[in-house]
C-alpha cells in the first residue's frame, strides 16, 4: 500500500510540475541521445572509411623507403631502387605477384591556357593504372612505350583539367609546360572514390622515366604496390619480398627494416584503431557530462519536494 501511495504521489508531483517535468526529461533524453549518436557515427565512420580504402582493392599492399610508418620521414629515405623493382620481378620463387608499380611523386609548375599552377606529378609505370583502375575519361593512361621511350606525355586528373581548361573539356593533344618542358596531353583520368579521389583528381601522371630523368634529376622511389593473384597468401607474398629486400640491403638478423610494408588489411586495421579510441574517447566525455547533469536533475528535484 506504501508503494502504491508513493507512485501515485510521484504521478501527482509530475503533474503538478509540467515544465520541470518536460525539461527534466528533454535533458534525459538530449544526453543519451548524444552518446548513442556519438559512437553511432564513430562506426559510421569506420564503415565509410572501410568501403573507400576497398576501392583499391584487398590484393595488394605497399612499399615506402624508410623503416619507420611514423617517422617524420617515412616515404622520404631512397632506400628502394629500380633494380630492388626488377629483382622482385624476376624471382621466380615469388609467383603469386600479378602486377608491380612504381611511382614518384613531385610537386611541379603547370602552366597552360594562360593558367601558372603548381600540382602535385606521379611518375608511374603502366601498372598503376591496372592496380588504381581510374576511369578514363579521354585517352590513354600512360603505357609502357611511354616510359621506354622517356616520352614527354601527361594524364591530367580531372580537376587539374578543370583548374587550366575548363569543366569536363576535352585536352587530348593540348599542350601543358610542366617545369617549362612541354608536354602532350595523353588522357584525362578520375576517381570516384571520396578518398582516392581527392589525390589522384588533382594531380598530373608522367612517365616514371621522365620524372626521374627530366623532373627529380635522379631515380627517387616514393611507394612500391604490388598486387597478388591469390589473396589468401598475400602475408606469405609481403614475408617472400621483405626476405628479399633484406638480403639485398645487406640488413643483418635483428637490424631493423630500411623499408616500409603496408597490406589494405594493416591499413584498416590502422583506421579502425583510431577511430574506435576516438569514438570512445568523445563517449566517455559525453557520458561524464551526462552523469554530471543527471546529479544537477537529481538535487534540483530534491530542492524542489
Known sequence: MEYKESFLSSIYALKANKLRTFLTMLGIIIGISSVILIVSIGQGAVSFITKELSVFGTNFFSINPGGDILSATAGQSNTLTMADVEAIRNDSSI?????????????????????????MAYGVTYEMYEILKPDMVYGDFISDENNLG????????????????????????????INNMPFRVIGVAESTSFLAGGVLNNSIYIPLSVM??????????????ISVKDTDTINQTIEDVEILLRDRHNLEEGEDNDFITQSFQDML????????????MVAAISAISLVVGGVGVMNIMFVSV
Open 150 to 177: 622517356s616520352e614527354r606525355v601527361a594524364v591530367l586528373g580531372v580537376d587539374v583539367v578543370e583548374k587550366f581548361f575548363g569543366k569536363d573539356a576535352d585536352p587530348t593533344s593540348e599542350t601543358i609546360k
Open 212 to 225: 626521374f630523368d627530366q623532373i627529380l634529376g635522379k631515380e627517387y622511389i616514393q611507394e612500391i604496390d
Open 95 to 119: 609467383s603469386n605477384i600479378e602486377y608491380i608499380a612504381v611511382n614518384s611523386i613531385g610537386t611541379v609548375k603547370a602552366v597552360a591556357n594562360g593558367e601558372d599552377k603548381n600540382v
Open 269 to 280: 586495421s590502422t583506421v579502425q584503431t583510431i577511430t574506435n579510441l576516438l569514438t570512445v
